[in-house]
């Protein structure tokens, strides 16, 4: 992300010029914030200037700025509890255009934080670590000298947790407040030092989601290791990172490993379905294996003898596939076939989704006594 802080703009411009112009600059890009979102302000002698309600950054006006005496909003952090309807009603109070809009929501919070400028968004990469399951944790790790604050609901309740926290923390030492599951904060004494703030901590954010794109590996030796155990003999792998495998692997295309085999006939080569390996594959094979039998016993007649239930292929997450065979030839048709099957399934989802053969119908192919002869020979 890149600054377009630009200062021939900002000639001439007072205090609330600059408010105006940076958040502009903020509220035009949709990956800071969308439709109303986000809010700014300034302090300018003892008055808050902040967004205020209905205004959008991306077009917003000096008159769309509410004033509000600071120290009335600070005086509203020793109740204890504050609903929202009396919480807007004290803010208008604090007015000193009555004419003006009602403040934002988070009002008290901009008024809390001890610097002229404050800037708040929602900046889609930031919230994308937060809202992962690992996010506590790497936002810990990326934004050390953030003030990082769990989720709580917006408005009043927000301002009395970073009161309460901010109690034991110097403000010249943290460069913003990251909001799990929110957005983030980001604040200075000049307008431009603000705004650049929250382009800085958001690129932090848009660098690391790149990086693990990038860098996503998987164990191939223990993934081998472990379908060889399972096979009851050492597989060959072939590994499928081609573009087509790489974007069957993503998170986006998960709910299409369950749908089904392109043609009957493919069963016996690659099973129903692969397994997919996320992070403990130990735990992920054996469910699958689970889900096998399972699978057996509920269509078997009594008299089939189940085949090995370890996959024939895998869709290694955010990475590729793989295809387990006796030999190279063996693991060359599973890929060849995994191949097309990929591509039908993505493809499929214009013509409103893909949709294969049923469940028991699959089961019958697969145990199908002519179709076993194949195998034989």
């Known amino acids: 992300m890149k600054s377009l802080y630009n200062k021939r703009d900002t000639k001439n411009l007072d205090d609330l010029g ?204 223990e993934i081998k290791r472990l379908i060889s155990e399972a096979k009851g003999y050492e597989v060959v792998m072939r590994v499928n990172e081609s573009k087509l495998a790489r974007e069957f692997a993503s998170k986006e295309s998960e709910d299409l490993y369950g749908r089904g085999v392109l043609t009957p006939e493919h069963i016996i080569r690659t099973k129903r379905v692969p397994i997919l390996f996320k992070d403990n594959y130990q735990e992920e094979l054996q469910k699958y294996i689970d889900d096998y039998i399972d699978y057996f016993n509920r269509y078997s007649s009594g008299s089939e003898i189940m085949l090995n239930p370890a996959p024939n292929w895998a869709v290694l997450r955010d990475f590729g596939t793989v295809s387990f065979g006796r030999d190279e030839r063996e693991a060359k048709i599973i890929e060849d076939i995994n191949n097309h099957t990929m591509r039908a399934m993505i493809d499929a989802k214009r013509f409103g989704g893909y949709r294969s053969i049923s469940e028991e119908e699959s089961f019958f192919m697969e145990y199908w006594e002519l179709e076993q002869n194949k195998l034989k020979k």
């Open 18 to 221: 600059l408010r105006v112009y940076t958040s502009r600059l903020l509220g035009g890009d949709s990956s800071l914030v969308l439709h109303g979102g986000g809010n700014t302000s300034v302090k300018i002698d003892d008055i808050l200037y902040v967004k205020g309600s209905g205004w959008d950054l991306a077009t917003i006006e000096r008159e769309g700025f509410s004033p509000v005496k600071t120290i009335k909003l600070i005086e509203l952090l020793d109740y204890e509890r504050l609903s929202d309807s009396e919480m807007v009603k004290l803010q208008r109070e604090a007015l000193i255009d009555k004419n003006a809009p009602n403040p934002s929501v988070e009002a008290i919070l901009h008024a809390l934080i001890p610097y002229k400028f404050v800037d708040h968004t929602h900046a889609d990469a930031i919230v994308t670590i937060s809202n992962s399951n690992q996010g506590e944790e790497i936002i810990s790790e990326l934004y050390r000298d953030y003030l990082i604050v769990p989720y709580v609901m917006p408005g009043f309740l927000l301002a009395k947790m970073v009161y309460s926290m901010s109690e034991t923390i110097d403000w010249e030492t943290i460069k913003g407040i990251i909001l799990h599951n929110h957005g983030i904060f980001t604040f200075a004494n000049s307008a431009r030092a603000s705004y650049e703030n929250m382009i800085k901590a958001v690129t932090i954010a848009e660098n690391y989601i790149k990086k693990s794109k990038k860098r996503r590996t998987h164990n191939l030796e």
